[in-house]
């Protein structure tokens, strides 16, 4: 196959651009969602039972979200750059889609973090079970949630790559 012009260069970016853009809104519904309920139930909750660890810890990974996703969105780059070359393209596609493998792969250590948590919490005489039963509950939602979130992401990209692939 003859080499991409600098049109189809410039669109298959923006193609990418726009995938990474539409997941990163994903994930700032996500962290609404949790400053949202969380917040609110935290703001309720009797700080003696799991509850209150539980959506103390979502608006904690809120917060870590959205720092997450303003990154993200502050670099996207929807115009492609003067001289953008096909290895660029395949250098920043190999990037992102080994991020959100390893992604995916910390968020599975979140989930059996939260197992261990909880299973720690039934320990007997241990001073604070409520606050890791919550802890522990909490990863296994958003650890659950940014897996699904990553495994996806990963998934979608890995499916756009056959566009540049196959100038290769």
Do not use: C
């Not at 994903?26 to 039972?49: I, K, M, T």
């Not at 792969?105 to 299973?119: E, F, H, N, S, V």
């Amino acid at each position: 196959m003859p080499a991409p012009s600098a049109i189809e260069l410039a669109a298959l970016h923006h193609a990418r651009e726009l995938l990474l853009g539409q997941g990163l809104a994903v994930l700032a519904a996500w962290v609404l969602l949790n400053l949202l309920a969380s917040g609110y139930q935290l703001a309720h909750a009797d700080r003696r039972h799991e509850p209150f660890y539980f959506h103390g810890m979502n608006v904690a990974w809120a917060f870590i979200n959205a720092g997450l996703a303003l990154w993200g969105i502050w670099h996207l780059q929807f115009t492609a750059p003067p001289g953008l070359r096909l290895a660029d393209l395949v250098q920043a596609q190999l990037f992102n889609e080994n991020l959100f493998l390893l992604n995916a792969g910390l968020d599975a250590a979140y989930i059996m973090t939260g197992y261990y948590l909880r299973a720690q919490a039934r320990v007997p005489g241990h001073p604070l079970p409520a606050r890791l039963f919550g802890f522990g509950r909490s990863l296994w939602v958003q650890g659950g949630f940014l897996l699904v979130f990553d495994v996806a992401m990963w998934s979608l990209l890995h499916s756009q790559a056959k566009y540049i692939l196959a100038y290769l």
